[in-house]
C-alpha cells in the first residue's frame, strides 16, 4: 500500500519530532496543529515523490496519496481509451499546486492549471520553480471563471479535465467557519445548489467545449453526501459522456473519482 507511517517520517524528518505524541503505545502526530500536518505531507511528497512543496497556511492541507491515486484513476482510464505519449490536461483550482506537479512529474502531463486566489498562485508558482517543472506547468489566474471566458484557454483542447472542486451549499458561509481544516474564504465558497453540486455541474457543461474525443471530464469528492454524487453521475449521462467511478481509500477517508469519458 502506498503512503509512509509516522514512525518512519519521524525517522526522515527530525523536524517532525516536536509534533509526536504517544496514544494507546503509539507514536502518533498532533494532527490539531496544522503545522504538523503540513511538515507529515511535505516529508511524504519528498520520500516518495521526490518533489519539494510548501503549503499555505490558512488554506486546507491536501492530502498527498489521495491526489496521486485520483491521477493514476484518470491516466490509467486514457490510457486505456487513447495511443499517446503524453497527455494535456487542464486543472481547476490548483492551489498550492500539488496536482500539478504530480501530474507533471510522475505522470509526465503537459499541464495548465488555473487558480483564483493570488496567494495560491504565487505559492504554486514557487513550488514549480523550486522542482523545475516551468516547462511542463502553465499557471492562469481564472479571475473568478471556470473556464469560459478565460481568454487564454481560448482555441484550446485537453485530453484531460480535472477539479477537486468546491463542493459548499447555498448555506456556507465566510464567517471564520472552518471547513475541512481551512478557514473558509468567501471566494472559495462556490459549490453552489442544494448539496454543493452547482459548481461541478457547470464544470462538466463547460468544460465539453474543451475536451477532445476520447477525452475525459473527472472530479473527486468526498463520500457524503451521496446525492451530490448521484446529480453529478446523472448529469454526465444526460450529457452522452459514459460515467466511472473509483473508490478511493486513504486512511479512514472515503474519495470518489468520477470520469465521464467524452
Known sequence: MLGLKIEDAIKI???????????????????????????????????????????????????????????????KELKRIKNKDKFKMLEIGTGSGIIALLAAKIFNYNVVATEVIEDYLKLAEQNILKNSLSENIRLINSRGKIIRG?????????????????FYDDNAVASGRKFAGALAKEVELIGGGKFGEKFSLRLIEEGLDYLERKGIISIMLPK????RREIIIKNMKELSLEVRVDEI???????YVIKGIY
Open 150 to 166: 478565460i481568454h487564454e484557454l481560448e482555441g484550446e483542447k485537453f485530453d484531460i479535465i480535472l477539479s477537486y472542486p468546491p
Open 224 to 227: 457524503k453526501p451521496e446525492k
Open 13 to 75: 524528518n527530525k523536524n517532525l519530532e516536536k509534533y509526536a505524541i504517544k496514544k494507546d503505545g503509539k507514536v502518533r502526530l498532533n494532527f490539531k496543529d496544522k503545522k504538523a500536518l503540513i511538515e507529515y505531507n511535505k516529508t511524504i511528497l519528498k520520500h516518495l515523490f521526490n518533489l519539494d512543496m510548501d503549503f499555505h497556511e490558512s488554506a486546507l492541507v491536501p492530502t498527498p496519496i489521495s491526489r496521486y491515486l485520483f491521477l493514476d484513476s484518470v491516466t
Open 249 to 255: 481509500n486513504v486512511g479512514k477517508r472515503v474519495r
